[in-house]
């Protein structure tokens, strides 16, 4: 086995992960849409847009906000400090919800950010 196969395994591999991640959240940002109203739908809407919307603030492209933008953890914080904080406010969760739906969806097509 060479290492070239290896890697476009591992690649597929990552690639295939990233996208049963992001059908996963897509469903649970409509799930959550469905149960709590028109917030919540247009707070994981316009996050969603979030990434697109930093590429065009930054002065250079990609500039640093777009590439914060395009980072797994900031929205994962937001989901998990929303799980176990004492905040109940359900745009802010499906806002983090479409946020990594999107950065899970440039991931499946090869759109990360670079280091």
């Known amino acids: 086995m060479t290492i070239e196969s290896t890697r476009s395994g591992a690649t597929w591999a990552r690639k295939l992960a990233w996208g049963a991640l992001a059908l996963f959240l897509a469903a649970f940002a409509v799930f959550e849409s469905a149960k ?4 919540t739908t247009a707070a994981a809407l316009g996050f969603f847009v979030l990434p697109d919307a930093a ?26 400090g929303y799980s176990f904080g004492p905040i109940v406010w359900p745009p ?18 090869g759109h990360a950010p670079s280091s």
């Open 55 to 80: 590429r065009l603030a930054g002065p250079r492209l990609p500039g640093p906000l777009h590439q914060a933008a395009h980072r797994v953890w900031i929205p994962l914080v937001v989901l998990v």
């Open 92 to 109: 802010l969760f499906t806002a983090g919800l479409g946020w990594l739906t999107r950065i899970a969806l440039d991931r499946t097509f």
């Open 36 to 39: 709590y109203g028109l917030p």
